[in-house]
């Protein structure tokens, strides 16, 4: 099996094991904050809003863990604890550092909590990490909301300033890290990827509440009541899509051992009884042949017995072959950001190559031949799409008749390079004020739509992910594959049916609740990023 505890930060930091043994224990409190992100986006179908087990912050965890020190993890975002409740558990553990997950919808969250420990606890250290860190650390610096910025892959780093804060070192060894020094901020060179990722411990789940993740209102039938567990087979993309925050783990593909994968998963089966698992890579499969050894590995060792999962990739990385040995192997779903029905407009966010409309169509009949369930997802406003190409794609996805489909509107979230390139256009005054509400107001990503395309308003992007929905769902074919196939018990069918309804026609005027057009409630996307935490 692969390292469990004992993470050796010599390997990342130059420095030896025995060097970090000599340490007192320092006392570290990670957070993953809330974002609210089912009360922003979720409307009437937040009752479906599972929480992710914090990936990230379990990983940290196990890697201070080993290190010699204490630690102790809480997700916010899962139990839903006030701020209040929160900083008074921070205050009972008492720690030396608290160290926050920073994804830009939980600033809000930031902003209220870190003020708060900083008036009863004056001499903690405050540590912030994740996407939105990374790319802005000089001005959580200057706002007083960090005294650290762990920029990038945060284990080693985070690791490595521990032991200089404990020893009272000189922090600007300290790579990929960014602090205050006479009021100026100072950010140290990057620090290089993690070469070897089967180096680094196992997330320490023991630290969560795995039932706070169950799949209770989860309306498929095939997860309902199963605790999911996020397992991680590579960091980094080969693919650059303009829209995705991916790039966070670095653009080079650094894939893990296939059959350290496999020790990561039967630990988590024997340690936390977990019996499914979701792949958080930005694509898992990433080739034929990574796909077709996955599954020979997990029926031969017997997994498949143990534990069905789920994953997301491109639809021009897998095939029929592929497809089928997943299935074999208890893969029960698998997601595809099929994200336009226009090929032009695929080319324009960089995603096409070999990932055409034509190829999507091939693999969605792949898929049902391999008896997946199929989750599509699809964008409503990419730069430079009209009204003409959003229709396009509604078409597309009646066409490819996958069993799930979610319709995104587009939002440029910080790490993705949309958001540079309209964060630049925006600061050299070159976009429109009318096409952008809000764009450094944390506060509004999530809820509000902080960009429009050209040429198009709110209310027409509105209007067409509302005609999305309709379009795919209402339709007798559809519900009828739900029930012969038991994809949803008839009572998620039932109450799916009824909010679907709701929100499709929710300005209409005998729609209950009905709003005027004048005061839209707009479902942005989050674009893909690492995990929270």
Known sequence: AGPRIGYDPGAQTGLSGSDFRHWDQMRVFLINPDSQIEEKIGGRFSRYAIPVPPQGIAYLAAQVRGAGHQVHCHDQYATKIGHRELVDLVRAYSPDIVGLSVLTLAMGAVRTIVPMLRAEMPNLKIVLGNVHATVFPGELLANGLADLIVRGEGEATFVHALEMLEADGDLSEVAGLSFLLGGEPIHNPDRPTIADLDTLAYPEWSEFDLDLYKCV?????????????????????????????????????????????????????????????????????????????????????????????????????????????????????????????????????????????????????????????????????????????????????????????????????????????????????????????????????????????????????????????????????????????????????????????????????????????????????????????
């Open 217 to 533: 209102s989860l309306p498929l039938r095939i997860f309902e009541g199963t605790r999911p567990i996020p397992i991680l087979a590579a960091r980094g993309c080969p693919f650059h899509c303009t829209y995705c925050a991916q790039d966070f783990a670095g653009k080079r593909l650094r894939a893990r051992d296939l059959n350290a994968v496999c020790d990561e998963m039967e630990a988590a089966i024997e340690d936390y009884g977990a019996d499914c698992f979701g792949f958080l890579d930005a694509c898992f499969p990433v080739s034929k042949k990574q796909g077709l050894e996955f599954a020979e590995i997990y029926i031969r060792r017997g997994l498949h017995k143990k534990a069905i999962w789920f994953t997301e990739t491109r639809v021009d990385l897998v095939d029929l072959e592929v497809l089928q040995a997943l299935r074999e192997a208890e893969c029960r779903m698998v997601q595809y950001g099929f994200e336009s029905g226009s090929d032009r407009v695929l080319q324009s966010i960089n995603k096409g190559g070999k990932a055409t409309t034509a190829r999507a169509l091939q693999t969605m009949r792949d898929t049902k031949k391999a008896d997946l369930l199929s989750f599509g997802l699809f964008m409503i406003g990419s730069p430079g799409e009209t009204e003409s190409d959003c229709e396009e794609t509604i078409e597309f996805a009646r066409k490819l008749d996958c069993d799930i489909a979610k319709f995104n509107l587009v939002v440029p979230y910080p790490g993705s390079d949309l958001f540079d390139e309209f964060r630049s256009q925006y600061e050299s005054g070159g976009l429109d004020e009318d096409r952008v509400t809000g764009f450094f107001d944390w506060s509004n990503y999530g809820g509000e739509l902080v960009y429009l395309p050209e040429g198009m308003s709110s209310e027409q992007l509105i209007r067409l992910q509302r005609k999305a929905l309709r379009r795919f769902y209402i339709r007798p074919a559809l519900v009828w594959r739900f029930m012969t196939r038991r994809i949803l018990s008839f009572r998620e069918l039932a109450i799916g049916a009824v909010n679907l309804l709701l929100e499709v026609f929710r300005h209409s005027p005998w729609a209950p609740g009905s709003v005027p057009d004048s005061a839209p409630s707009p479902r942005p996307t989050a674009v893909v990023g690492p995990p929270a935490g």
